[in-house]
């Protein structure tokens, strides 16, 4: 129905079209309208559609530690057949070892024979195992009585052997014990097989397989494929942990960050809010074993050249869930976690958690900018925490600029209470969200043009074109929602004297665990593809430029007429003036950019086309670049340089300054 309305909308865009085939920009290239910041296209990213464990924590292993509500899901005995004696030489219990453990279960195996017991691991969706590949195998083993020894096998959905090594436990502490080995051939869904053999009693826990080539062969790293996606996009931020994983369904499920770094076996695992929250799509074994925690977050943000964004709680369960609230002369903690924080990120090593970070082995400070206080909060619970937090944080780190939000939708009740309280606040920076259909994001290209000025700067924080509707298992990444959002990405950087950041969300699905779609990247266990949406955010980010340029049609801003969206920025680092170009109608335009001004331009620049003819178009695993980027050339006469903007296309125009 939405489709068909939008392709009415366009419908007569384009029959108004028809009195314009041609039309003239005009560009004014030496009176920048104001800077551009560093951080204007960012990436959100949360723990939403195995998007951590499961996906960018490269870990292969699931429920390493047995600490999943059943503690062998994910895992099962292989030679055992409860109806035949014969079948095992030895059986296993599950032991919890008391509270104060960080993750309190193990698994001791009681091995009577040669035959031994096997223990086989599932993964995540199966294990995505490369031909060649190296592998690290560890385990925790405690030999508490006899000799045994672990076979280690990996094998294929068919059941070959594809790799294979032994570990002989040699003490009856609890010890880690590492080994390395290749694949002979490439699995999407392997297994993990552990035979226990010989006589004897052993303890297990921690078991993990990690593939060695992981984001700059980190150990226990992220996996690299999908890291250079994000790399690629050159992003300004990147803000985490999320999202509603921030609040938790329950404040004993919110995001604690101390929780999330030092050695992974000390990290407590909890369950992940996304497990239950959608019944179309549950999630049973979707648990946060935290081993991409807050450093590496960190860690990642400065590997790819982007401010580190992170958001805390600020004592507010997910108001769409339960709502629990922490009573405001309880707020302490929470405060001190934020200031803990900074401390962390920023302080000197002298410092307790300055020492911290050093001791995880990065002495110097990451230079944290901005801090959110609570995610997507509403009403005046939120405003008067927010409150505290912005007290307390600006008092000891004035420099640090504190991101507060409007909530879940943008407009309505609870988004004008927010904007004007916050305002009334002096709040520096907003974050508003936007999850609506493509005709929205076309008509919202001036949302910004007459915002108020002298108010808080907008984080566009969560935004993405809904196909069918918010968050409906049938939205689709297509082409429309990828366009409708090129266009009103026009409309931000036009505004980006207001609009200070902006982000799509969500940023990662598994293509068998999600639970939120749309999403701008979709991996399985081998192979990942930036959708269309994908590409739009990296043409903006790409070609970010440092300062926004007037470009008009006539006297007026080009914001839809015709179809027709436009923006423009100077880039003083790379002298480029770079124009983004939408043509939402269904006919090709052409389009002459009057480049005026002192500066000179080269007589040869290039065009960054990405289009399809399908609205309904996606890349897929099968396709992942049906809908691209082609770069073409494109030659000037003098100042003038025309340009062909395909039908239902965005056009990015490079200029280089003489
Ligand atoms: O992006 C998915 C969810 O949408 C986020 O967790 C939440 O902030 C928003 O409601």
Known sequence: MQYKKLCMVMVV???????????????????????????????????????????????????????????????????YDKFSSNSTSGDFQIITRGVEEA???FARLFIKGDKGIGLSNEGFFGMGIKKDGSYTFSIWASQLEGSTSIRIELVDSKGNVIGQTRIVPSSSDWKKYTVEFKASATDAKANLNLWFEGKGTLDIDQVSLFPQDTWK????????????????????????????????????????????????????LIVNRWNTEFEHRPAPDYFQSFGLGFFEYFQL????????????????ACQFNTAELVPMNELDPYIQDALDLIEFANGDVTTKWGKFR?????????????????????????????????????????????VSGTGPFPDGDLFDYATKELKELNAEIVDEHYYRNPDWFLKQATRY??????????????????????????????WLCALSEAAFMTGLERNADVIHLASYAPLFAHAEGWQW????????????????????????????????????????????????YASSVWDKNTKEIIVKLVNASDKEQTTTLQFKGSKKLQSKGVVHVLKSDNLEGVNSFEQPKQVAPVEQPINGKGKNFTVKLPAYSFSVVKITVQ
């Open 358 to 402: 050093a001791d995880l082995g990065h002495p110097a400070p990451f230079k944290l900018k901005f801090i959110g206080v609570g995610n997507e909060q509403w009403g005046p619970q939120y405003i008067e925490r927010y409150k505290v937090f912005s007290k307390a944080i600006k008092q000891k780190y004035p420099e640090v600029k504190i």
């Open 449 to 478: 043009d007459n915002y108020d000025r002298s108010g808080p700067k907008i984080f566009a924080g969560e935004y993405a074109a809904q196909s069918k509707a918010i968050a409906s298992p049938d939205n689709k990444n297509n």
């Open 13 to 79: 865009m384009a029959s108004a079209m028809k009195l314009s085939a041609q039309t003239t920009l005009t560009i004014q290239t030496d009176k920048p309208i104001t800077e551009i910041q560093p951080t204007m296209w960012g990436i959100f990213f949360e723990d939403i559609n195995y998007g951590a464990d499961g996906g960018l924590y490269a870990e292969l292993v699931k429920n390493r530690s047995f600490e999943f509500f059943q503690p062998m899901m994910g895992w099962k005995q292989i030679n």
């Open 217 to 268: 062969k980190r150990p226990g790293g992220l996996r690299n494929d999908l890291v250079q996606l994000l790399a690629d996009m050159k992003p300004g931020f990147v803000r985490f942990p999320g999202g509603c994983i921030v609040e938790g369904r329950e404040l004993a499920t919110r995001y604690q960050w101390k929780k999330t770094m030092g050695k992974v076996e000390d990290r407590t």
């Open 103 to 105: 993750n309190p279960r």
């Open 517 to 564: 779609t749309p999403d701008l990247i979709w991996f399985d266990n081998l192979n990942a593809y930036g959708t269309p949406n994908y590409y739009v955010q990296k043409l903006f980010s790409t070609n970010k430029g440092t300062h926004v340029l007037s470009v008009l049609a006539g006297t007026e801003k080009v914001t839809g007429k015709n179809g027709l």
């Open 301 to 316: 943000a400065e590997d790819i050249g982007a401010e580190p964004l992170p958001i805390l709680s600020c004592g507010m």
